[in-house]
């Protein structure tokens, strides 16, 4: 069964370091999407990518945040210079042709801790 | 603005009991409503999901009935198991130009015990 795969699965950093969230969405979908949970609170909407470009984004999505697609596989979310309230699970997710079912097909997460 | 809430948990239960997790939305537009579910150490995994009014969503033994008077999409199950131990999130989405952009509720904790 295809499924959408995340590395790494938990990433420690030091306060103002770059990091680099990876994703390989489902072969065959279109729109692809970052959320992350702070822990305890909400999953929050970060950003969603259609067509090689941001298609919508969230207050949260600030200039310290980007994301690509690389190549034909991979999707990637960037934060620039990482601060302490970034800390939290990080989750991918891609949707296919259907859009309007509305699923998402969500990865297993990356846990990010920042020090 | 899109908004779900639903009951804090965590819920405990012993196994075989009825369970009902609330839910309730506002929206712009007519959404899409989901429970997603996420057990430990996974990700979150699509549990059913309705389209339209009165439309019942079900799957695993769970079920929930999108109520558009209400403005609710309660979940239920008649005998939870040990196995059915995770957090559950409602969720909803409107057609948007962006793809589907969920809005989550904060996730309600279920403990199953024998």
């Known amino acids: 069964e295809p499924e959408v795969t995340q590395t790494p699965s938990h990433q420690v950093t030091q306060m103002g370091q770059e990091v680099i969230l990876r994703c390989v969405p489902i072969?065959?979908?279109?729109?692809f999407y970052w959320y992350r949970q702070i822990l305890g609170q909400k999953v929050e909407f970060l950003v969603s990518?259609?067509?090689?470009?941001?298609?919508?984004k969230s207050e949260i999505f600030d200039d310290q945040f980007s994301v690509e697609r690389p190549d034909g596989s991979n999707f990637t979310l960037k934060i620039r210079s990482t601060k302490l309230e970034d800390s939290a699970m990080y989750f991918c997710?891609?949707?296919?042709?259907?859009?309007?079912?509305?699923?998402?097909?969500f990865g297993e997460g990356s846990r990010l801790t920042v020090l | 603005g899109n908004s779900v809430t639903q009951m804090e948990g965590p819920v405990t239960l012993s196994e075989e009991a009825f369970l009902t997790i609330n839910c309730t939305y506002t929206?712009?537009?007519?959404?899409?409503l989901f429970w997603y579910v996420q057990y430990p150490g996974e990700g979150l995994q699509l549990l059913l999901k309705a389209t339209k009014a009165d439309d019942k969503g079900s799957n695993k033994g769970f079920e929930a009935t999108y109520r558009k008077e209400t403005t609710s999409f309660h979940l239920e199950k008649g005998s939870v198991q040990v196995s059915d131990s995770a957090v559950y999130f409602c969720a909803l989405t409107v057609r948007s130009g962006g793809g589907n952009k969920l809005t989550f509720g904060t996730g309600t904790q279920l403990k199953v015990e024998l």
């Open positions: 929206a712009t537009g007519y959404p899409s």
């Open positions: 072969s065959n979908h279109l729109y």
């Open positions: 990518f259609y067509n090689n470009e941001i298609s919508e």
């Open positions: 997710a891609s949707s296919g042709q259907g859009v309007h079912t509305g699923e998402l097909f």
